[in-house]
C-alpha cells in the first residue's frame, strides 16, 4: 500500500518506513503527526482518488529531526546598467518517517508486520532443518571415523600372531685365491684345452 500525500506546496509518494523531507513544520522532534493532505491511496489493484483529498484514508508520520537543505545562489546581472544582485538561501527542513497508512480501517503497518512474522517464521523453519542436517552429518562423520579406526586396528593386532619369515642367511663370499693358485689354475686350464698332437703315419705303422 501507498499513498500520494501533499505538504509544502509539493507532493511524494510515500510507504510504510519511507523517510522524507518536507519543508519545516511547528512541531516537536520525537512527536508524531497526521497528514491530511492525501490526494491517492493504492492497495494492489484497488485505488482511491481523493476529490480533491481521499476520505476516510489517514497517514501518520514519526517527526525524525530537522535539517536545512543546500544553498541556493541567486544572481541577477543587468548589462549597462551596473546592476548585480547576489542572495542565498539554505532552506528549514523536517525529516518525517512514514508510521502508517490507513483506508477505511485497513492498516499498511498491520500488513508489513505480518509480512515480517511469516518471513521470521520462514527463516526460522530453515535455520531448525539447517540445525538437524549439520547434526545428521556430524553423527554420520563420527560413526565412519570409528569405522576406519577399527579397520586400522583389526591388522595392527593381527600382526604378531603371524610367524615373521625367516630372514636368508647371506651367501659366504668365497675365499680370495692366491697369485701361484691362480697360476696353476690358468695352466691346467690351458692344457685342458690345448688337443692332443697328432701323429704323422710312417711307414712302420703300415
Given at each position: 500500500m501507498y499513498a500520494v500525500i501533499e505538504t509544502g506546496g509539493k507532493q511524494y509518494r510515500?510507504?510504510?518506513?519511507?523517510?522524507?523531507?518536507?519543508?519545516?513544520?511547528?512541531?516537536?522532534?520525537?512527536t508524531e503527526i497526521a497528514l491530511d493532505r492525501i490526494l491517492l491511496v493504492a492497495d494492489g489493484d484497488m485505488?482511491?482518488?481523493?476529490?480533491?483529498?481521499v476520505e476516510n484514508a489517514t497517514v501518520r508520520a514519526e517527526v525524525v529531526r530537522r535539517d536545512r537543505g543546500e544553498k541556493v545562489i541567486s544572481f541577477k546581472y543587468r548589462p549597462k546598467a551596473r546592476r548585480r544582485v547576489k542572495k542565498g538561501h539554505r532552506q528549514d527542513l523536517l525529516v518525517l518517517r512514514i508510521a502508517d497508512i490507513t483506508l477505511d480501517g485497513k492498516?499498511?503497518?498491520a500488513a508489513v508486520a505480518t509480512k515480517g512474522d511469516a518471513k521470521k517464521a520462514d527463516r526460522a523453519k530453515v535455520e531448525q532443518a539447517a540445525a538437524r542436517q549439520a547434526a545428521e552429518d556430524a553423527a554420520l562423520a563420527a560413526k565412519l571415523a570409528e569405522k576406519a579406526k577399527a579397520a586400522e586396528a583389526a591388522p595392527a593386532e593381527a600382526a604378531p600372531a603371524e610367524?615373521?619369515?625367516?630372514?636368508?642367511?647371506?651367501?659366504?663370499?668365497?675365499?680370495?685365491?692366491?697369485?701361484?693358485?691362480?697360476?696353476?689354475?690358468a695352466g691346467?686350464?690351458?692344457?685342458?684345452?690345448?688337443?692332443?698332437?697328432?701323429?704323422?703315419?710312417?711307414?712302420?705303422?703300415?
Open positions: 510515500v510507504e510504510v518506513g519511507t523517510e522524507l523531507e518536507v519543508e519545516l513544520l511547528d512541531v516537536e522532534v520525537g485505488a482511491a482518488i481523493g476529490r480533491p483529498t492498516s499498511a503497518a610367524a615373521a619369515p625367516a630372514e636368508a642367511a647371506p651367501a659366504e663370499a668365497p675365499a680370495k685365491k692366491t697369485r701361484a693358485a691362480k697360476a696353476a689354475d691346467t686350464g690351458a692344457a685342458a684345452e690345448a688337443p692332443a698332437p697328432k701323429r704323422s703315419r710312417t711307414k712302420k705303422d703300415a
